[in-house]
């Protein structure tokens, strides 16, 4: 394990150890060369195996001479053992330093490697799993935390911790959060609504108006379809919904249907023509407006955007203006995700799901997907809860957000497939005539909307660089606003709250570090520069409807549908 010394017979240091440092490093070449046919440079390699034996050489000397905290060789600080415990345990200090070491260098060897750039990236991913994997946190023999905790209680936390595993078992998947505490129209998803249209692909819901007249423009949300729409309003207090229709948006949201066999046909085409494309003709129709104000998030957007471009291929521009919020339209920046696809990756995936599957067409199950996220992030999404839930057995507390993130959603296996080839791995979406999609050759530059572009600084699922290539893609203005955070706690960062901050720059000719680097911070939120920037495009005000729906669309069932309780 990586606690321990890469190196045999550690006590004593000499002609032996060397050879263990050696032997260690020539094993790494070969099993690299083996799997990957990366080799290590033979100098980095030398200065690495010399690098490593002084410093755990250092930490020895220091472990078995008892030198105080202030002698010494500084230590390694990690926030994953900043208790006490792990330093007032001179074993456990130990551990976690030689770890630190380990782990140091195995990052080091990853990089020094030979090889063509995606290869190495998926060697340091790879490596970084089974680095996080190792630490002596996620094991109970190895965690003075958890060892205290259990003598504090007499035992008691071991058999918590052994119930919430048989619990999480049975589930299916690690808890994050107190899922009992949280029900969907009850507690999140509340703001007034109903449902006014339905197709097998989605429930389109009209939110009751807040204010006395709206803006005689509607507003069409259009989340992403690998994840429920409610992320866009789980408590009044922090909902994009209700802040929308209190700024006085007449707002319909697209609720995407929970795939499951019936639906495991579905292609691209079904998902632009029978979703976006749809919801716009029902919401123009319901309305009477010719032109409606649009938003996709993440890869609503992408849906979005593809569906206004058939539009525009169609003599058709009905958005007076689109939002789009942590979106890739150009894909050569796709960070993290980027290890996962390669040809041999999306082939696999057509041959087991997809519309030519010997035993016909599939599903992407939502935990899949869900799983994938999660070690994106492990320290945060998967071994803190392993620690907490399993080893101290304390049961996580009730998290709106993570609630949400554990609600996933399936599917089809056609329509991932497309999505998969065509833009993360051949990247055509930005490219004029490349794809044809429900009959029209594709050219997303022949959109005249202006366009709301939103990106967050730290996100790792859409790296903002890659939010921004999209001003190149789009021939209408943009506007280019930069916020701080991730790819949700990013956008999800309501005004009342005085959190964070986000950037402006209206000069989107540069190239996107350029943009960084003439940005102005500005402190809160950016809902509200949204909301003035797409007040602009909103038209004047009326009176606001007093039912929802129209004639022809009747309202089916109360907010938030059926669609959304459906559960992967």
Known sequence: MLNQPLIPSFESFGSQTQAGVTAFGNALGDLLKTMSGLTLPPDALTKLQADYLKQATELWNQSVQGLGKDE??????????????????????????????????????????????????????????????????????????????????????????????????????????????????????????????????????????????????????????????????????????????????????VSWRNADQSLASATWDDYIEKGPITAIQVVQDITHAKTINTLGFCVGGTLLSTALGVLAARGQQPAASATLLTTLVDFSNTGVLDVFIDDTMVQLREMTIGEKAPGGPGLLKGKELATTFSFLRPNDLVWNYVINNYLKGEAPPAFDLLYWNGDATNLPGPMYCYYLRHTYLQ??????????????????????????????????????????????????????????????????????????????????????????????????????DWTNWLATHSGKQVAAPKTLGGRKHKAIEPAPGRYVQAKA
């Open 72 to 253: 010494g060789k500084k230590p390694q600080r990690d926030r994953r053992f900043a208790n006490k415990a792990w330093q007032d345990n001179p074993m456990a200090s130990y551990t976690v330093q030689m770890y630190l070491l380990n782990a140091a260098t195995l990052t080091q060897l990853a990089d020094a490697l030979d090889g063509d750039t995606k290869t190495k990236e998926r060697v340091r991913f790879a490596v970084q799993q089974w680095i996080d994997a190792m630490s002596p946190g996620n094991f109970l023999a190895l965690n003075p935390e958890a060892q205290q905790k259990a003598v504090e209680t007499k035992g008691e936390s071991l058999a918590q911790g052994l119930k919430l595993l048989m619990a999480d078992l049975k589930k299916g998947h690690i808890s994050l959060t107190d899922e009992s505490v949280f029900e969907v129209g009850r507690n999140v998803a509340t703001t007034e609504g109903a449902v006014v249209f339905e197709n097998e692909l989605f429930q389109l819901i009209e939110y009751k108006p807040l204010t006395a007249q709206v803006y005689e423009r509607p507003m069409l949300f259009v989340p992403p379809c690998i994840n429920k729409y409610y992320i866009m309003d789980l408590q009044p207090s922090n909902s994009l919904i209700r802040y929308t229709v209190e700024q006085g948006h007449r707002l319909f949201v």
């Open 427 to 528: 990247n055509e979406l930005k490219v004029p005539g490349a794809l044809t999609v429900c009959g029209e050759k594709l050219d997303l530059s022949k959109i005249e909307a202006p366009f709301y572009l939103y990106a967050s600084r730290e996100d790792h699922i859409v790296p903002w660089q890659g939010a921004y290539a999209s001003t190149r893609v789009f021939s209408g203005p943009k506007r280019f606003v930069l916020g701080a955070s991730g790819h949700i706690a990013g956008v999800i960062n309501p005004p009342k709250a005085g959190k964070r901050c986000h950037w402006v720059n209206d000069d989107v000719s540069v190239e996107d570090e350029a943009w960084l680097a003439g940005a102005t911070e500005v402190k809160g939120s950016w809902w509200t």
